[in-house]
């Protein structure tokens, strides 16, 4: 499956409806003022997903952060000096979140070369890449500033199907692909694929999981991380595919 772009009427119109509305639309235009012409803002995660699970099942997690990549530019253009005098953080992945005044969303920042897919597998940072880079198929939309498309790799699909699946198999950093799995799981309440499963049961090993259980209690408290580790530990459990979902029906 490769990169298309977004046709559906009704997706199409919920993400110009979301990207007009002023906290959105403010901030990446003095972003893109303060960047040189050639820049690319991209927008893609959760805030794409969560359009289309909302469109389309009626109700989606909310959406808090906007994750942005910048592509056009050197992977050493010094983006905080562009951005001098915003309120920036560093983040985890050395990218920079920013808390705009007049916005309640929190905007993530990354250069499209220091994308860790691209970074660490050496490919070239352009949108097709980017978009084969992203992790899971329900994430795999990008929303582009300058020309208001959105290109997408099977998300739409996968959010119609409630499936967490594999966008491409690229894994740049195993331990990073399976944290993000079962957040996204337990945010979205998606089941996971048979191959992800696979994955999984292949490296969920007892260091994995406490590392997990470090992770998500600093990252999300220790009521969520809880939550988390139910579902992980649902996957090591079960010694089948078949066991893991007559699991999460004897869950419900």
Known sequence: MGMEPLSDKILVSAVREFFAQPSIRQPLEQLARRLPSRADVLVAGGALRNLFIAAIHGSAPPTCDIDVFIGGLPADFPLADALTGWALEVTDLQGLRWRPAASGYAFDLCLLPRFVVIERLGLSADLENFLLGIDFSVNAAVYQAKTGSVFQ??????????VIDFNSGLVADRDIMIYRNFLLAHKTGFQISEPVFTFLRRYLDLETMNWLDSVNRGKHGKKRAAA???????VARASTYEGYLASRLAGR
């Open 153 to 162: 790799r099977g998300s739409i699909e996968a959010v119609k199907r409630r």
């Open 228 to 234: 988390i580790r139910r579902d992980y530990e649902a």
